[in-house]
């Protein structure tokens, strides 16, 4: 017996999606008995570039989420509505669920799996991180017997993309993003990817599963790379360091005061020692990388988007859903599967956030500034790790610092106190070092 | 209801594994549901770094695998006996097993199988390769949508340790080994790891999972690092390589002649470009890095072996089969978890292999020596990619020379010829390339 499937959506995602069922052989047999029985698009006669039967292909989505037949609903269209109603109309008709949409996940989870507990069914979400890369599964299962410390993630491809071609090519942000525009490597509006949005969401669904609670996705700091400039990644460059974009979730010490661990959550662009594996995660690849107690740290390295790595995950979940399916016999959450978070985990305020900064400075050329700068740190509790006056720049001297480890509030009022120096001119780069 | 566990054998991984279970506080909450039962070591009376209430440590092993309370046995003995006989007997008895021991998996495997299937019992194998990576899983699970076209992997951390060590100091094999074996990384018979057996053992198991069949441990080509030398990491530097011991398995094209595609099984010393994700991997950490349609390339990152992450990757199994027993209610193959291969996978012979060569050659000082190796090469179907006169060494010139891809058995014959060469004195070096 065959369990049918309901897609919705037939974009490249959901194309790779079909061709894997569509031929199953030499592939987990297992996928033998999913059997796609309607797909849901928004033009049925449009040319496809795979071939269902007559009536496979319908333009109406809620009759696929209501489907008497179909026990497995995936969700391939994206963005929040109406994605978000599709999926709760499915779990309401007793679906299970399985989708690549980040955003919906990331502002709505707490809604869906709430519905989902209640009606005994899942919502998979393996390809709404990484692409086809096992990171969900891994978080939920492999690495279970450890407590997790924190989770670092190169998870958007798109800027990852543009900074390894800055890199390389010693370009300017401007210049590689209307190039990757006109190569499909960014989109039209690329708003999402270079500004952090896409990277947060998917933190916030990373730090859920790690830390075992629910996140407010509007607790999440994202700061883009918009900013960065081909000076900085070429200092950068010189002191030992990698720019990328990193998405990062990380387990405070427990504070005497707080019953509780609080989380950072923070998108930013990040200083990376050359020496960090996730420094080498070049182009569109995507990297996640996991400490824990005791495994230590391990990464998972992978395409972080496409058809195929998608699909691949996607189709990862179906088989999941089937093996249960398969072997329970009443539908009790699955302890590995499933997920029973109730509270919100309590997350820092980025003024709270203990972190190494680099900064870049142009001030008067007078003797005496790098002095004054360290004064004024010092009054604030920063203390320097290096500090090199790089050269001239617009008849400016400019000063490229590293700090130690400082509490960004401390950081920042320094930092005030600075642009109120009359040798300063302007500060061009802020960014922080892991 | 706690599930309970009996563990054989309380080393550095037992221990591991029980310290984990006896502080579940911050973990998978499922982790709370196991209980160890009974521990099985050689001297009960010994100290120990846990602490277990009386009577749960005893010498008895046969009591622990027959106990009838016991639901999953933890064979961390590691070894073929009684490794292999205590697992066949906790089989024969209705348990589970979780085993870090490759290699008696990669060797019993089959009647190991055959044995739990019969039963209806599961036999977990995570740590068996990478240590805390996990792997196994993704293998059988979140890859499942893949055809697996090859696996690669550094899956030995002494040969790892001893290579980077290598490179980095510039020194021979010999004097690091004997370095390694005082620091505690490489054993004082360092034969299972330096000569490729444990990589060989552990890509037998990898290839079983990838490649959905059973695999004949002794077709597993293996060949270890003690030949490779000072000169030949640093030439393979200049030629930008990095030289790793890999273990690789690989699914051939299939001939026409043949019904079934053929595999490749082979350890060996390697030269890696650097630019390949697996050649920054340094010390005693492990990568599996897998290549399959449609997810393209994914590689997984880690500490491979130690107490923690060993004992990570067993718990990781123990929450698996914790989570059946819980969901399941009668023992039928979980899918994703069990193992139902029957046939044994088909391998290529080494002189079928087709892949490039490095070669260093020790040859008189004449002219045309390097137009007698390039026709000699040629009159085999060898076709060099590079040739150089390195310098001179011992009062004969030497030369490096790298092959394109050539089927094995001819570069064999061509070596065979060259070998007769009045000029040729000695070729100390021969390395597979990726």
């Given amino acids: 017996m065959a369990f049918k499937v309901g897609l919705l959506g037939l974009g490249t995602v959901g194309t790779g999606t079909a061709q894997i069922l569509l031929d199953p052989a030499g592939r987990h047999p297992l996928l033998k008995e999913l059997e796609i029985h309607r797909v849901g698009v928004r033009s049925p006669d449009k040319p496809r570039a795979v071939q269902f039967p007559e009536g496979v292909l319908t333009a109406d989505l809620e009759a696929i989420v209501s489907d008497r037949e179909i026990e497995i609903v995936v969700e391939l269209i994206g963005g929040l509505e109406p994605a978000r109603s599709l999926i709760l109309q499915a779990i309401a008709h007793?679906?299970?669920?399985?989708?690549?949409?980040?955003?919906?996940?990331?502002r709505h989870g707490a809604e869906i799996f709430t519905a989902a507990n209640e009606k005994g069914v899942y919502v998979m979400l393996e390809a709404s991180v990484g692409g086809g890369i096992p990171v969900i599964q891994p978080l939920k299962q492999s690495l279970g017997a450890n407590r997790i410390q924190s989770v670092t993630g190169i998870v958007n491809g798109t800027t990852n993309y543009?900074?390894?071609r800055m890199q390389r090519e010693g370009a300017d942000f401007?210049?590689?993003?209307?190039?990757?525009?006109q190569l499909g490597y960014a989109e039209a509006d690329p708003t999402a990817d270079v500004d952090g949005l896409d990277a947060a969401d998917k933190i916030a669904i990373l730090a859920s599963l790690a830390f075992g609670g629910r996140i407010d996705r509007d607790r999440v700091y994202a700061e883009g790379i918009r900013k960065v400039s081909a000076a900085d990644i070429s200092y950068a460059e010189k002191l030992g360091f990698t720019i990328k974009l990193l998405a990062i979730a990380k387990r405070e010490r427990q504070n005497p005061e707080h019953s509780e661990d609080r989380l950072q959550l923070r998108v930013h662009p990040t200083l990376v020692p050359k020496t960090h594996p996730l420094a080498s995660i070049d182009g569109v690849y995507n990297a996640i990388f996991i400490e824990g107690d005791p495994i230590g740290q391990v990464m998972?390295?992978?395409?972080?988007?496409?058809?195929?790595?998608?699909?691949?995950?996607?189709?990862?979940?179906l088989l999941n859903v089937a093996a249960v399916l398969k072997t329970e016999t009443e539908p009790i959450p699955h302890p590995l599967?499933?997920?029973?978070?109730?509270?919100?985990?309590?997350?820092?305020s980025m003024e709270e956030v203990v972190t190494r900064f680099y900064v870049r400075l142009l001030t008067e050329d007078q003797p005496g500034v790098i002095g004054q700068l360290g004064t004024c740190f010092g009054n604030h509790g920063v203390s320097l790790e290096s500090v090199v006056q790089t050269g001239m720049r617009d008849r400016l001297a400019e000063i490229v610092l590293v700090t130690h480890d400082v509490r960004e509030g401390n950081f920042n009022s320094?930092?005030?106190?600075?642009?109120?120096?009359?040798?300063?001119?302007?500060?061009?780069?802020?960014l922080r070092v892991l």
């Fill in 337 to 348: 599967i499933g997920c029973s978070h109730q509270h919100y985990c309590s997350i820092a």
């Fill in 94 to 106: 007793g679906k299970h669920v399985v989708t690549a949409n980040k955003a919906v996940i990331a």
């Fill in 414 to 430: 320094a930092l005030a106190d600075i642009q109120t120096m009359s040798a300063i001119s302007t500060i061009p780069s802020l």
């Fill in 162 to 164: 543009i900074l390894t």
């Fill in 174 to 181: 401007g210049e590689v993003l209307a190039d990757a525009q």
């Fill in 300 to 317: 998972f390295y992978g395409p972080g988007a496409g058809a195929g790595p998608t699909a691949s995950a996607v189709v990862a979940d």
